[in-house]
């Protein structure tokens, strides 16, 4: 098996991730969402609460990030949550929700899968799944979404080295499924001042080693929504080909999650400003 760059970063060599490398004179991979296209030039910009909680929620919100310039959907159906007594998701009635909006709206939909049990539930309604940091080295859940061949959206574990994340992408390549968008998520580091230290230096160098797209999630990277713009329009700069981002009708009543939330207002205007940094590196906004 060949090996990749990497390698020399890591000392690591038997492990060396292989599918997922970018090899010289090969094309990156665009992963197809449902016809929207996460890898080409222009940058997808997916869009919606932490959670789905009610119909009302799920719909005021789909549609002001329909509006406002979103082209995929998010929100969790199935939540990792760090206490069991925290709001676990609406499971499969959130699902359906998810379903109505998309019929509504024609957005895709991305939804988080948190055990083997669920991929074929999941798949059912979704058109992306998304595989949370919590969950990157799942061993028999990142291969069964590679059996899935849906669309994966996997994000860094948040103790992750880069060839860590790169070796989990490889198991659900490694299926037979290429269709894999690498999420930058943020880590734990020594700061506190943020939940997460947005690691936007990953973006160059996954997509140095590797030809998989590479989105950045500033809410979760940041946990403070006021913060989510600047590292948004960074994550652009820095050539990120999508960024995920948590948006609620209305932060402050959110179940999970709505610290890092912005509001319906706060996107739209957020959204003007990408479109310029986009422009200024030779980006479009989707
Ligand atoms: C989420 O996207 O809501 C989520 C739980 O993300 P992460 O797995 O990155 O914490
Ligand atoms: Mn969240």
């Known amino acids: ?24 004179n090969q094309k990156t991979t665009i992963v197809s969402v449902n016809g929207v296209e996460i890898g080409s ?31 995929i959907l998010r929100g969790g159906a199935f939540k990792p949550r760090s206490s069991p007594y ?7 009635e959130g699902l359906k929700l998810l379903s109505q909006i ?11 899968v948190m055990d083997t049990r669920q991929v074929e539930l999941v798949a059912q309604y979704a058109d992306m799944i998304q595989l949370g940091s919590r969950n990157m080295q799942n061993f028999p859940l990142l291969k069964e979404i590679g059996k899935s061949g849906m669309p994966v959206l996997l994000k860094r574990g948040m103790m992750a080295t880069i060839e860590e994340f790169l070796l989990a992408a490889e198991y ?3 299926e037979g499924n290429d269709q894999v968008v690498l999420c930058e998520r943020g ?12 690691d936007l230096s990953a973006v160059p160098m996954l997509k140095h080693l590797s030809h998989l797209p590479v989105i950045v999630d500033p809410s979760h990277g940041t ?5 989510i713009p600047a590292m948004a329009k960074a994550a652009v700069a820095a050539g990120a080909d999508g960024l995920i981002m948590e948006v609620h009708f209305k932060p402050e009543e959110a179940l999970c999650d709505g610290a890092q939330s912005l509001n319906p207002d706060e996107f739209t205007m957020l959204m003007t ?7 200024a590196v030779g980006r479009e906004i989707l």
């Open 1 to 24: 098996m060949e090996t990749v760059s990497c390698n020399n970063l890591t000392g690591i060599k038997n492990t060396s991730p292989s599918l997922v490398s970018l090899r010289e």
């Open 41 to 71: 030039s222009k940058v997808v910009i997916i869009a919606g609460p932490c959670a789905v909680e009610s119909m009302e929620q799920l719909f005021e919100t789909g549609r002001s990030v329909n509006t406002g310039g979103a082209k």
């Open 86 to 92: 925290s709001f676990q998701g609406l499971g499969e």
């Open 102 to 112: 998309r019929k509504e709206t024609g957005l895709p939909i991305v939804t988080e």
């Open 172 to 174: 659900v390549l490694n």
């Open 187 to 198: 880590i734990r580091t020594f700061e506190t001042s943020t939940r997460n230290t947005l």
């Open 223 to 227: 946990g403070v929504s006021w913060m």
């Open 273 to 279: 400003e990408l479109r310029k940094v986009a422009g």
